[in-house]
């Protein structure tokens, strides 16, 4: 019975020629907690014994007195109550229906027992009721219920999913966007606020998300590490440590899954390298390479962050940093470090000021940045630009006042840490914002939504600063300001008739498929990024560019055009009407009785 | 001494030996068949039912098994009582009798099953 519906839905889910990933494999994972989630009746059936045999033990003492009380029958002789009648008068007196005397009306004694009866087993409901109710209120008995619900959910799972542990900042970022590309995912956190946070979004997908330590294997197991639909794992915590158990994990117990983790630290991201190859996003070297970006290439840092934003993402400004010159940088931890290393690198002096830092190291003012002292030491006057980069927000935003006022010309780059204070940095308008969870949110995006986007962005810096001003204003003026989708399109000869037809001519032209299936000589608001043949890549193919069978491209546009190119692609009519402007009627019979046969269109 | 294991082996043993009281007698001779004796038997049954409940073992899921075919047969016994002693003209006949008894028999078989399986879980416990 299911041989037939299997084979449909392969039919449906994969198309003709491909096989569906390998289901057979099984991956070491753990899922005791699986196994331990679905005893959660047993758990309550354990619980429930005493208040069960309490009431039983009531039901029999009632009846049987009853049967021992001596009553009168319909004609007033003695008798005695049956067991059966007893056992009726007991059950409709202890669930409190209360029918009255039957069969007959009882003798004073029988209602003496009848009393005592009524109390034995409110006492008994009261206390049966009252341990379920506890049972359900009680902490673990809810954990167990919800392990083995989130269980059940992951395990239905069909589509391909993400695996996400961590769901705090950039978890939140990662989770909006992967859901408006229609990805699902599944969520493990150890906070269960972070967990309860994910009720309140309005995600499309119903995403499951459980309360639990990553760092266990066994909770990675029942959140999917070993589904076959899963498709990465990121590890998205704050604490540098689980995402390195995390990233072990998945390295040991499913080697074929990518994984991206998230450090701030040099020392974890060289011990996750370890093991296989996980894409290591550390945001504080992120952040010092975007700014050598823009301080080099201000377009090329446009382009890439405008590509990286997101659907519906806004055109950056583009910032002009100075290039020459002193910057100031306030906080030289681990992050003012290796920003001032980028800084040097790129031929600029760095002071820094830090209350913490070595006073023996060149460049370096002992202090701390509010004080007036400490800040004139620093010179602030002859500087270019200032890096507001502490870790405490309301430090941030005084020191960058406090450098506006000495010098209202200076370039101001400031880091964000809490999400809450969004509001106030906007405010201030500082050149350029580091926000931690934004960075790594935009670094997974371009990994994760579709592997023709990371080549793009890969290959962008070596096009030079020309080629992305010019690529920038192509986008804008096909497409406006806002970047609102980013799309793969694979051409597959197979997946059509008429597809198959016209990439088999040798004269597919790129520029056709671009054409408006309403009026050819419009184009499409959309510009092709990418063109991947092969092992080959080609940016920013021309219109003449040539199509091939197996050929994908990177489009970038608005969603209208996304389904006029997939129309273009899926119905033959529309095909031969960009192509060669011809309207083709869309049924057979029409087509056969106007003349358009395959050979005329194959011309 | 376990007092746990002292109220369950109680409790089995005992439905047990009610049932077979019950049981035991001409087949569809009502005089030797004690309605309450077949009211204890349920009861004592119900409680050893729920005794069980929870036990995550293979041998706990057996026991828990047994005792609800006994319940069943037992419960099928009194509504078999009941309703040739109250609502069949006939009344309580020998054949209404036999049928009872009989059914009380299939609950005494479960029983029987119950109790052996305690004798193994309980030698097997003091082999190990």
């Known amino acids: 019975m299911a041989g037939p519906l299997r084979a449909f839905w392969r039919l449906v889910a994969y198309g003709p020629g491909e096989r569906p990933p390998r289901r057979r494999i099984r991956w070491r994972v753990p899922a005791e907690s699986a196994a331990q989630a679905s005893a959660t009746i047993f758990l309550v059936l354990r619980r429930m014994r005493w ?167 066994d909770h990675l197991g029942i959140a999917g590490l070993g589904h076959f639909a899963c498709e990465a794992v990121l590890a998205m915590t704050n604490d540098d440590e689980v995402n390195l158990a995390v990233t072990m994990a998945v390295a040991l117990l499913r080697p074929d899954l990518p994984v991206i983790a998230r450090t701030v630290s040099p020392d974890i991201e060289h011990r996750m390298r370890a093991f296989g190859t996980p894409t290591v996003v550390n945001p504080f070297d992120r952040f010092g390479d975007h700014l050598r970006l823009a301080l080099r290439a201000p377009a090329t840092y446009q382009l890439i962050t405008w590509l990286e934003s997101g659907p519906g993402a806004e055109l950056p400004e583009r910032g002009r940093p100075p290039t020459q010159g002193r910057w100031v940088l306030c906080g030289y931890g681990r992050f003012g470090q290796k920003l001032a290393a980028d800084l040097r690198a790129e031929g600029l002096t760095v002071t820094a000021i830090d209350p913490a830092a070595d006073p023996d190291e060149d460049d370096v003012v002992v202090g701390d940045g509010s004080d007036p002292d400490v800040m004139a030491r620093a010179d602030l006057d002859g500087a270019v630009g200032f890096v507001a980069g502490t870790d405490n927000d309301t430090t941030n935003l005084s020191l960058i006042a406090a450098a506006r006022r000495v010098n209202p010309d200076l370039f101001v780059a400031a880091r964000q840490n809490r999400p809450a204070n969004a509001a106030l940095f906007e405010a201030m308008e500082p050149d350029a914002l580091l926000v931690l969870a934004e960075v790594v949110a935009k670094e997974v995006y371009a990994k994760l939504s579709t592997p023709l986007l990371w080549r793009f962005l890969q290959e962008v810096p070596d096009q030079g600063e020309e080629w992305a001003a010019r690529m920038v204003d192509r986008l804008c003026g096909r497409c406006g300001q806002q970047l609102r989708t980013l799309w793969p399109v694979r051409l597959r000869a197979a997946s059509s008739l008429a597809v198959g037809r016209w990439l088999g001519t040798g004269t597919a032209r790129l520029g056709d498929l671009l054409r408006s299936p309403h009026d050819r000589d419009r184009p499409l608001a959309a510009v092709v990024l990418l063109l991947k043949r092969g092992d080959e890549f080609v940016l920013t193919p021309g219109d003449d560019t040539e199509l091939r069978d197996g050929d994908e491209l990177l489009i970038a546009g608005e969603p209208v055009a996304r389904r006029a190119v997939d129309t273009t692609l899926l119905v033959d009519g529309v095909l031969d009407y960009v192509v060669s402007g011809r309207s083709v009627p869309s049924s057979w019979i029409w087509r056969k009785l106007s003349g358009h046969s395959r050979s005329s269109s194959q011309r | 001494m376990n007092l746990e294991k002292v109220v369950f082996g109680f409790f089995v043993v005992l439905a ?113």
């Open chain 2, 16 to 128: 047990a030996t009610l049932n077979f009281g019950f049981f035991i007698g001409d087949l569809s001779d009502p005089d030797v068949h004690n309605v309450y004796e077949l009211f204890a038997a349920v009861v004592i049954n119900l409680i050893a039912t729920v005794l069980k409940f929870g036990d995550r073992t293979q041998i706990g899921a057996v026991h828990l098994a047994t005792s609800l075919v006994a319940d069943l047969q037992l419960i099928a016994a009194a509504i078999f009582w009941a309703y040739a002693a109250h609502i069949s003209s006939a009344g309580l006949t020998g054949e209404a009798t036999a049928g009872i008894v009989s059914l009380s028999g299939g609950a005494l078989f479960a029983n029987i099953v119950s109790v052996v399986l305690l004798v193994i879980e309980t030698v097997s416990f003091q082999r190990r």
């Open chain 1, 51 to 217: 208040p069960l045999i309490t009431v039983i033990v009531i039901f029999a003492v009632s009846t049987i007195g009853l049967t021992f009380i001596p009553g009168r029958d319909a004609d007033g002789s003695p008798d005695r109550m049956s067991i059966f009648h007893s056992f009726y008068v007991v059950s409709y007196t202890a669930t409190t229906i209360g029918f009255g005397e039957l069969p007959d009306p009882f003798t004073d004694a029988q209602r003496l027992w009848v009393t005592v009866t009524i109390y034995l087993s409110v006492v008994g409901w009261a206390y049966t009721i009252g341990s379920l109710l506890t049972l359900l209120q009680d902490r673990s008995f809810r954990r167990a219920l919800a392990l083995q619900h989130f269980t059940r959910k992951v395990a239905r799972l069909r589509e391909p999913f993400l695996l996400i542990a961590g769901y705090g900042q950039t978890g939140r970022r990662l989770g909006r966007t992967f859901d408006s590309l229609g990805r699902q995912f599944v969520v493990l956190d150890a906070a269960e606020e972070n967990i309860e946070a994910l009720d309140l979004e309005a995600y499309r997908f119903d995403v499951p998300g459980l309360a639990a330590d990553a760092r266990n294997p």
